[in-house]
Protein backbone atom coordinates (compact mmCIF):
# COMPACT_ATOMS: atom_id res chain seq x y z
CA UNK A 1 0.00 0.00 0.00
CA UNK A 2 2.90 2.34 1.00
CA UNK A 3 4.78 1.35 -2.17
CA UNK A 4 2.18 2.07 -4.44
CA UNK A 5 1.47 5.41 -2.97
CA UNK A 6 5.41 6.37 -3.84
CA UNK A 7 4.66 5.29 -6.52
CA UNK A 8 1.68 7.76 -7.21
CA UNK A 9 3.61 10.46 -5.82
CA UNK A 10 6.40 10.49 -8.66
CA UNK A 11 6.04 13.43 -10.80
CA UNK A 12 3.80 15.54 -7.84
CA UNK A 13 5.56 18.95 -7.23
CA UNK A 14 6.15 19.49 -3.25
CA UNK A 15 3.59 21.80 -1.68
CA UNK A 16 3.48 23.87 1.16
CA UNK A 17 -0.51 23.95 1.73
CA UNK A 18 -2.10 20.30 1.62
CA UNK A 19 -5.21 20.12 0.93
CA UNK A 20 -7.64 17.05 2.55
CA UNK A 21 -7.31 14.60 0.04
CA UNK A 22 -3.28 15.19 0.21
CA UNK A 23 -3.70 14.66 4.00
CA UNK A 24 -5.89 11.66 3.73
CA UNK A 25 -2.63 10.43 1.91
CA UNK A 26 -0.40 10.81 4.20
CA UNK A 27 -2.33 9.70 7.31
CA UNK A 28 -3.30 6.42 4.78
CA UNK A 29 0.73 5.89 4.69
CA UNK A 30 1.16 6.56 8.67
CA UNK A 31 -1.64 4.08 9.39
CA UNK A 32 -0.16 1.26 7.08
CA UNK A 33 3.15 2.03 8.66
CA UNK A 34 2.06 0.93 12.58
CA UNK A 35 1.14 -2.64 13.28
CA UNK A 36 -0.29 -2.21 16.74
CA UNK A 37 -3.87 -1.95 16.97
CA UNK A 38 -3.15 0.49 19.55
CA UNK A 39 -0.76 2.15 18.02
CA UNK A 40 -3.44 2.81 14.86
CA UNK A 41 -5.86 3.83 16.97
CA UNK A 42 -4.00 6.75 18.97
CA UNK A 43 -2.62 7.63 15.55
CA UNK A 44 -5.82 7.91 13.83
CA UNK A 45 -7.38 10.04 16.19
CA UNK A 46 -4.73 12.75 16.80
CA UNK A 47 -4.26 12.90 13.52
CA UNK A 48 -8.01 13.32 12.42
CA UNK A 49 -7.91 16.44 14.60
CA UNK A 50 -5.03 18.26 14.03
CA UNK A 51 -6.76 17.92 10.39
CA UNK A 52 -9.87 19.28 11.66
CA UNK A 53 -8.13 22.09 13.02
CA UNK A 54 -5.75 22.63 10.02
CA UNK A 55 -8.42 22.66 7.55
CA UNK A 56 -10.54 24.89 9.46
CA UNK A 57 -7.79 27.98 8.78
CA UNK A 58 -8.02 29.48 5.65
CA UNK A 59 -4.70 28.71 3.08
CA UNK A 60 -2.49 27.34 6.18
CA UNK A 61 1.13 26.09 5.09
CA UNK A 62 1.77 23.00 6.63
CA UNK A 63 5.08 24.15 8.60
CA UNK A 64 7.13 24.49 11.62
CA UNK A 65 5.16 27.71 12.32
CA UNK A 66 1.60 26.28 12.07
CA UNK A 67 2.67 23.33 14.07
CA UNK A 68 3.49 26.00 17.17
CA UNK A 69 1.14 27.23 16.83
CA UNK A 70 -0.94 23.81 16.77
CA UNK A 71 0.95 23.25 20.03
CA UNK A 72 -0.13 26.71 21.49
CA UNK A 73 -3.70 25.75 20.75
CA UNK A 74 -3.21 22.30 22.59
CA UNK A 75 -2.08 23.73 25.60
CA UNK A 76 -4.78 26.31 25.21
CA UNK A 77 -7.08 23.05 26.34
CA UNK A 78 -5.36 22.69 29.47
CA UNK A 79 -4.54 19.21 27.85
CA UNK A 80 -1.92 17.30 30.41
CA UNK A 81 1.60 17.64 28.50
CA UNK A 82 2.16 14.03 27.78
CA UNK A 83 -1.50 14.27 25.44
CA UNK A 84 0.15 17.13 24.01
CA UNK A 85 3.21 15.06 23.22
CA UNK A 86 1.87 12.46 21.70
CA UNK A 87 -0.52 14.30 19.43
CA UNK A 88 2.47 16.32 18.48
CA UNK A 89 4.27 13.19 17.48
CA UNK A 90 1.58 12.19 15.30
CA UNK A 91 1.77 15.48 13.18
CA UNK A 92 5.25 15.14 13.00
CA UNK A 93 5.29 11.23 11.84
CA UNK A 94 2.13 12.68 9.18
CA UNK A 95 4.74 15.35 7.46
CA UNK A 96 7.32 12.90 7.59
CA UNK A 97 4.83 10.42 5.35
CA UNK A 98 3.59 13.62 3.52
CA UNK A 99 7.53 14.60 2.30
CA UNK A 100 7.91 10.39 1.70
CA UNK A 101 5.06 10.58 -0.61
CA UNK A 102 6.13 13.54 -2.34
CA UNK A 103 3.68 15.76 -1.43
CA UNK A 104 5.12 18.20 0.60
CA UNK A 105 8.75 19.68 0.67
CA UNK A 106 11.53 18.06 2.62
CA UNK A 107 12.71 21.30 4.17
CA UNK A 108 9.36 21.58 5.53
CA UNK A 109 9.48 18.39 6.78
CA UNK A 110 12.43 18.62 8.32
CA UNK A 111 11.70 22.56 10.31
CA UNK A 112 8.27 20.19 11.77
CA UNK A 113 10.40 17.48 12.78
CA UNK A 114 12.05 19.92 14.97
CA UNK A 115 8.90 21.46 16.66
CA UNK A 116 9.64 20.74 20.62
CA UNK A 117 7.29 19.24 22.91
CA UNK A 118 5.76 20.41 25.92
CA UNK A 119 7.85 19.77 29.60
CA UNK A 120 6.27 17.41 32.12
CA UNK A 121 6.12 19.13 35.32
CA UNK A 122 6.11 16.41 38.05
CA UNK A 123 3.79 13.19 37.35
CA UNK A 124 -0.11 12.94 36.85
CA UNK A 125 -1.67 10.99 38.94
CA UNK A 126 -4.12 8.36 37.93
CA UNK A 127 -7.28 6.97 40.24
CA UNK A 128 -6.86 4.50 42.17
CA UNK A 129 -9.46 2.02 44.27
CA UNK A 130 -8.93 0.98 47.74
CA UNK A 131 -9.47 -2.30 49.09
CA UNK A 132 -12.56 -1.75 50.16
CA UNK A 133 -13.95 0.15 47.56
CA UNK A 134 -12.09 -2.49 45.16
CA UNK A 135 -14.99 -5.10 46.78
CA UNK A 136 -17.28 -2.77 46.60
CA UNK A 137 -17.02 -2.66 43.29
CA UNK A 138 -16.66 -6.71 42.20
CA UNK A 139 -19.58 -7.41 44.72
CA UNK A 140 -21.93 -4.79 43.31
CA UNK A 141 -23.49 -7.07 40.62
CA UNK A 142 -26.38 -8.89 41.33
CA UNK A 143 -24.98 -12.80 41.73
CA UNK A 144 -28.71 -14.00 40.87
CA UNK A 145 -28.93 -12.85 37.50
CA UNK A 146 -26.87 -14.47 34.55
CA UNK A 147 -25.89 -10.37 33.67
CA UNK A 148 -24.40 -9.93 37.41
CA UNK A 149 -22.67 -12.94 37.00
CA UNK A 150 -20.85 -12.01 33.80
CA UNK A 151 -20.37 -8.24 35.28
CA UNK A 152 -18.81 -10.20 38.59
CA UNK A 153 -16.16 -12.31 36.50
CA UNK A 154 -15.33 -9.14 34.69
CA UNK A 155 -14.64 -6.92 37.04
CA UNK A 156 -12.53 -9.17 39.13
CA UNK A 157 -10.23 -9.82 35.97
CA UNK A 158 -9.57 -5.93 35.34
CA UNK A 159 -9.20 -5.73 39.75
CA UNK A 160 -7.02 -8.82 40.61
CA UNK A 161 -5.45 -9.30 37.21
CA UNK A 162 -4.66 -6.05 36.07
CA UNK A 163 -5.89 -6.79 32.43
CA UNK A 164 -6.74 -3.97 29.81
CA UNK A 165 -9.91 -3.38 28.84
CA UNK A 166 -9.08 -4.37 25.00
CA UNK A 167 -6.92 -7.79 26.77
CA UNK A 168 -10.51 -8.63 28.93
CA UNK A 169 -12.68 -8.11 25.59
CA UNK A 170 -10.18 -10.73 24.04
CA UNK A 171 -9.68 -13.35 26.46
CA UNK A 172 -10.40 -17.15 25.48
CA UNK A 173 -11.55 -19.91 27.17
CA UNK A 174 -8.37 -21.59 25.86
CA UNK A 175 -6.14 -18.92 27.51
CA UNK A 176 -7.43 -20.46 30.91
CA UNK A 177 -4.83 -22.96 32.06
CA UNK A 178 -3.24 -24.31 35.34
CA UNK A 179 0.74 -23.45 35.50
CA UNK A 180 2.61 -25.08 38.34
CA UNK A 181 -0.55 -25.91 40.39
CA UNK A 182 -2.30 -22.45 39.68
CA UNK A 183 -4.73 -20.77 37.42
CA UNK A 184 -3.20 -18.57 34.78
CA UNK A 185 -4.16 -16.90 32.00
CA UNK A 186 -1.28 -17.80 29.55
CA UNK A 187 0.14 -16.50 26.01
CA UNK A 188 -2.12 -13.53 26.49
CA UNK A 189 -1.08 -10.94 23.44
CA UNK A 190 -1.41 -7.57 25.09
CA UNK A 191 0.02 -3.96 24.11
CA UNK A 192 2.24 -3.69 21.28
CA UNK A 193 2.19 -7.55 20.55
CA UNK A 194 3.76 -8.11 24.26
CA UNK A 195 2.81 -11.87 25.29
CA UNK A 196 2.46 -12.57 28.78
CA UNK A 197 1.13 -14.91 31.40
CA UNK A 198 -1.33 -14.02 34.05
CA UNK A 199 -1.61 -15.52 37.25
CA UNK A 200 -5.50 -15.97 38.00
CA UNK A 201 -6.34 -16.04 42.01
CA UNK A 202 -8.65 -18.95 42.93
CA UNK A 203 -11.25 -17.03 43.46
CA UNK A 204 -11.67 -14.94 40.46
CA UNK A 205 -11.57 -18.28 38.28
CA UNK A 206 -14.99 -18.85 40.62
CA UNK A 207 -16.20 -16.25 39.31
CA UNK A 208 -15.16 -17.26 35.73
CA UNK A 209 -16.49 -20.77 36.48
CA UNK A 210 -19.84 -19.70 37.42
CA UNK A 211 -20.32 -17.11 34.70
CA UNK A 212 -19.04 -19.39 31.92
CA UNK A 213 -21.06 -22.66 33.48
CA UNK A 214 -24.18 -20.31 33.99
CA UNK A 215 -23.98 -19.21 30.11
CA UNK A 216 -22.95 -22.56 28.53
CA UNK A 217 -19.32 -21.34 27.28
CA UNK A 218 -16.40 -23.62 26.45
CA UNK A 219 -15.01 -22.47 24.04
CA UNK A 220 -14.21 -19.12 21.96
CA UNK A 221 -14.33 -15.95 23.71
CA UNK A 222 -15.06 -16.41 27.70
CA UNK A 223 -17.05 -12.80 27.66
CA UNK A 224 -20.19 -12.75 25.74
CA UNK A 225 -23.50 -10.48 25.66
CA UNK A 226 -26.44 -10.86 27.92
CA UNK A 227 -29.70 -10.18 26.45
CA UNK A 228 -32.01 -8.11 27.97
CA UNK A 229 -34.30 -12.03 28.09
CA UNK A 230 -31.46 -13.30 30.24
CA UNK A 231 -29.48 -15.32 27.43
CA UNK A 232 -26.20 -15.20 26.62
CA UNK A 233 -25.98 -14.43 22.96
CA UNK A 234 -22.68 -13.40 20.39
CA UNK A 235 -19.26 -14.70 20.17
CA UNK A 236 -17.76 -12.29 22.40
CA UNK A 237 -17.84 -8.33 23.98
CA UNK A 238 -16.72 -4.87 22.60
CA UNK A 239 -14.10 -2.99 24.44
CA UNK A 240 -16.97 -0.62 24.65
CA UNK A 241 -19.28 -2.50 26.59
CA UNK A 242 -16.18 -3.66 29.05
CA UNK A 243 -15.81 0.30 29.39
CA UNK A 244 -19.82 0.25 30.25
CA UNK A 245 -19.73 -2.26 32.41
CA UNK A 246 -17.14 -0.66 34.62
CA UNK A 247 -18.89 3.32 34.68
CA UNK A 248 -22.42 1.77 35.72
CA UNK A 249 -21.23 -0.16 38.61
CA UNK A 250 -18.73 2.62 39.50
CA UNK A 251 -21.46 5.20 39.49
CA UNK A 252 -23.83 2.47 41.32
CA UNK A 253 -20.60 2.44 44.46
CA UNK A 254 -20.50 6.48 44.16
CA UNK A 255 -17.15 6.30 42.38
CA UNK A 256 -16.63 9.44 39.96
CA UNK A 257 -14.56 9.33 36.80
CA UNK A 258 -13.48 5.48 37.07
CA UNK A 259 -11.98 3.76 34.07
CA UNK A 260 -10.80 0.26 33.32
CA UNK A 261 -7.65 1.26 33.57
CA UNK A 262 -7.55 2.89 36.75
CA UNK A 263 -8.76 -1.10 37.50
CA UNK A 264 -5.48 -1.83 36.37
CA UNK A 265 -3.83 0.99 38.36
CA UNK A 266 -5.20 -0.14 41.19
CA UNK A 267 -4.35 -3.55 41.42
CA UNK A 268 -0.79 -2.67 40.89
CA UNK A 269 -1.08 -0.78 43.91
CA UNK A 270 -2.39 -3.64 46.31
CA UNK A 271 -0.21 -5.98 44.90
CA UNK A 272 2.19 -3.73 45.94
CA UNK A 273 0.54 -2.56 49.61
CA UNK A 274 0.01 -6.38 49.92
CA UNK A 275 4.11 -6.98 49.63
CA UNK A 276 4.37 -7.76 46.13
CA UNK A 277 7.76 -7.09 44.88
CA UNK A 278 8.00 -4.67 42.05
CA UNK A 279 9.62 -7.29 39.17
CA UNK A 280 6.22 -9.56 39.62
CA UNK A 281 4.09 -6.57 39.30
CA UNK A 282 5.65 -5.76 36.31
CA UNK A 283 5.86 -9.19 35.02
CA UNK A 284 2.05 -9.05 36.22
CA UNK A 285 1.18 -6.33 33.89
CA UNK A 286 3.16 -6.76 30.82
CA UNK A 287 4.95 -3.55 30.97
CA UNK A 288 7.64 -3.09 28.43
CA UNK A 289 9.98 -2.94 30.94
CA UNK A 290 9.60 -6.39 31.70
CA UNK A 291 12.03 -7.72 29.39
CA UNK A 292 14.71 -5.26 30.75
CA UNK A 293 14.55 -6.02 34.29
CA UNK A 294 14.30 -10.14 33.19
CA UNK A 295 17.31 -9.39 31.36
CA UNK A 296 19.34 -7.75 33.81
CA UNK A 297 17.86 -8.97 37.24
CA UNK A 298 17.50 -12.33 36.26
CA UNK A 299 14.30 -13.14 37.39
CA UNK A 300 11.46 -15.58 36.77
CA UNK A 301 7.96 -15.15 37.33
CA UNK A 302 6.46 -17.08 40.14
CA UNK A 303 3.27 -18.77 39.27
CA UNK A 304 2.78 -21.36 42.38
CA UNK A 305 3.08 -18.01 44.84
CA UNK A 306 1.51 -15.23 42.38
CA UNK A 307 2.07 -12.08 43.70
CA UNK A 308 -2.22 -11.53 43.48
CA UNK A 309 -3.36 -13.96 45.04
CA UNK A 310 -4.14 -12.16 48.58
CA UNK A 311 -4.71 -8.53 47.85
CA UNK A 312 -7.25 -7.71 50.31
CA UNK A 313 -10.08 -8.01 47.84
CA UNK A 314 -10.60 -11.44 47.56
CA UNK A 315 -14.29 -12.83 49.67
CA UNK A 316 -13.68 -14.05 52.93
CA UNK A 317 -12.93 -17.59 53.56
Request: aromatic share 6%.
Amino acid sequence: MKHLQKRKAKGRVAKSVLRLPDLEVAKSAVLSSLSCPDAQRGYRHAIDEFVEWYCSEPRLSFSKTVVVRYRMHLESRHLAPGTINLRLGAVRRLAHEAADCGLLSADLAAGIRRVKGVKKLGVRLGNWLTAEQGITLWQAPDRERLKGKRDRALLSVLLACGLRRHEVADLAVDHLQQREGHWAIVNLSGKGGHVRTVPVPDWVYCELSTWMEAAGITRGRVFRRVSSAGKSWGDGVTEKLVWNVVKEFATKTGVASLAPHDLRRTCARLCRAAGGELEQIQFLLGHVSVQTTERYLGCTQRIAAAVNDKIGIEPAS
